[in-house]
């Protein structure tokens, strides 16, 4: 099985994380001998995890090189490293934020409207355009303690 590969060349391709070393004549010999012990249909986790261990152990680095050889042999890497759940051990990507309905941005406007007339009314100045800036983060804070949006969060939710 070995000799479909030509081990007399070096398989090098650039990886876009790391430098990619070319397999050895024992690496290929161990990834060969290691697969033709299995059978490419009923492949189980427990033999997913026996190849990544082996293929570690003989410092075999996950890589196009390795992809390449395995595939010419018959195996997907990525179904066998999929198998192994080599990225199970990475905790899921947060949900994303709830989006804000129509009803939710109008109540805020009108919150954010009556308090500013408040301030204005209850100050020296004649509009808003007159309230100090300790008076307008003031309104601000309150908006946000109001409806539950932390700091450094936008009051509306622009993304779709």
């Known amino acids: ?8 060349s070096s398989i090098t391709m650039p990886s876009s994380s790391r430098s990619e ?4 004549e024992d690496q290929l010999t161990l990834i060969s001998d290691t697969l033709s ?17 082996t293929f570690s152990d003989a ?3 996950p ?8 595939s010419e042999l018959g195996f997907d890497a990525q179904e066998i490293g999929d198998l192994a759940n080599v990225e199970g051990d990475r905790p899921p990507p947060p949900p ?13 406007a009108s919150y954010l409207e009556e308090l500013l007339e408040e301030t204005v009314a209850a100050s020296e100045a004649e509009s808003i355009d007159e309230l100090s800036e300790e008076q307008r983060f003031s309104v601000y804070a309150q908006v946000m303690e109001k409806f539950g949006i932390e700091e450094g969060d936008s009051l509306i939710d622009t993304t779709a």
């Open 96 to 108: 994303p934020p709830p989006s804000q309905s129509s009803d939710e941005i109008s109540s805020m």
């Open 37 to 53: 012990e299995l059978d490419t249909d009923n492949l189980t986790t427990a033999d997913a995890l026996s190849i990544l261990e």
């Open 1 to 8: 099985m070995i000799s479909s590969i030509n081990a007399g």
């Open 59 to 61: 410092g075999i680095e």
């Open 21 to 24: 070393k070319a397999l050895t």
């Open 63 to 70: 890589g196009k090189a390795m992809e390449s050889t395995m």
